[in-house]
């Protein structure tokens, strides 16, 4: 299983463009990336998903590197609804994803 | 469209004792997945079934089991509960559960062992 790596928590303004980093450096190359968020007392929500090029939906954009080792989940202008923990998933696997512990998202107004 | 259902939302249970959690997927999803989310070891995969059978298994004891129907909905059963069993239990659909496939949760089911 791939095995995810991200900070703990970020803060940001409203309004500003927020970068959530996310190291997947044991992801195997047919694994896609998917990025979920969960706000509180709800279950998670998808947001974006990819296997090697950028990409961008309405919600946010995700930006992939090279190796794939590493991707990081744009949101262009944080909003306070965007608070939650945001978590990368290392692909699935028969309705399986690998959830690390997520990154806290705090949105000050 | 309606979205994932899970029953019931809340249960108090006592150790030893055994219990059933229902989820109904999405109209149209043939894949069910389940998780465990606790504070200390975060989300964590159960199992997944697609048509009736099991496909993937987590890394957890026999006790968790589960068992999908013909028409989709899912069941998962605790048997001889512990206090380490107490967490939110989330299912999650799918179309098919492939690589490329976003899984769509439910509220959770939130079990309590005393």
């Known amino acids: 299983d791939a095995k995810t790596t991200q900070p703990n928590s970020m803060e940001s303004n409203e309004e500003e463009p927020v970068h959530l980093p996310c190291n997947h450096s044991?992801?195997?190359?047919?694994?896609?990336i998917h990025w979920y968020r969960q706000l509180p007392s709800q279950g998670p929500e998808y947001v974006i998903h990819?296997?090697?090029s950028n990409v961008n939906n309405r919600m946010a954009s995700l930006a992939i590197a090279e190796d794939r080792k590493s991707s990081t989940l744009i949101l262009h202008r944080a909003t306070l609804r965007d608070a939650a923990v945001y978590y990368c998933?290392?692909?699935?696997?028969?309705?399986?994803?690998?959830f690390g512990q997520g990154t806290i998202l705090t949105v000050h107004p | 469209k309606a979205g994932v259902t899970q029953t019931p939302r809340y249960l108090i249970k006592t150790r030893g004792q055994q219990v059933t959690l229902s989820c109904s997927p999405i109209?149209?999803?043939?894949?069910v997945s389940w998780y465990q989310q606790t504070p200390g070891q975060g989300l964590q995969f159960l199992f997944e079934?697609?048509?009736?059978?099991?496909?993937n298994k987590g890394n957890f004891p026999g006790r968790f089991s589960g068992r999908q129907f013909s028409n989709s909905r899912s069941e998962m059963n605790v048997s001889t509960l512990e206090l380490g069993d107490s967490a939110l239990y989330l299912c999650?659909?799918?179309?098919?559960?492939?690589?490329?496939?976003?899984?769509?949760f439910g509220p959770g089911t939130r079990l309590t062992v005393l």
């Open positions: 999650a659909s799918s179309l098919s559960g492939v690589r490329t496939d976003t899984q769509y």
């Open positions: 044991t992801i195997s190359g047919t694994d896609y």
């Open positions: 990819g296997l090697t």
């Open positions: 998933t290392g692909g699935t696997s028969y309705g399986k994803l690998t």
């Open positions: 109209s149209g999803h043939r894949s």
């Open positions: 079934y697609f048509s009736e059978t099991q496909r």
